[in-house]
């Protein structure tokens, strides 16, 4: 009894270990950026652009009276916003 509580717990440490030491070996290089004087973490800068993408899309959407011709809303809007803001992080952090 003793011995298979002994071994989940060395497991869960080993698992803690293998988690800190890549959580360490993959954080070395946080990007920032400038905003005004004040550093923000370039994924909110990512995501802020991700969104005024998207309103933008939808705003042609709305003048461009193409709203019967795209399927359901939340799923292509949502979906603009991931392409959008995974296109900002390529196009200016990929370093």
């Known amino acids: ?3 298979g ?3 989940t717990i060395a497991a869960g440490l080993v698992l803690l270990l293998i988690a800190f030491l890549a959580v360490q ?3 070395h ?3 920032t950026v400038d905003v005004l004087g004040s550093y923000f ?3 909110m800068v990512c995501i802020l652009s991700g969104l005024a993408l998207t309103l ?3 705003w042609i959407v709305q003048v461009g009276n193409l709203k019967p011709y795209i399927g359901p809303a939340p ?3 949502s979906s603009l916003m991931i392409i959008f803001t995974f296109a900002t992080w390529i196009l200016f952090y990929r370093n």
Do not use: D, F, G, Q
Request: charged share 10%; glycine share 0%; net charge positive.
């Open 1 to 3: 009894m003793k011995t």
């Open 5 to 7: 509580i002994l071994r």
């Open 25 to 27: 070996l993959l954080s």
């Open 29 to 31: 290089h946080s990007p």
């Open 41 to 43: 973490p370039a994924w």
């Open 56 to 58: 933008i899309a939808h």
């Open 75 to 77: 799923l292509i809007y």
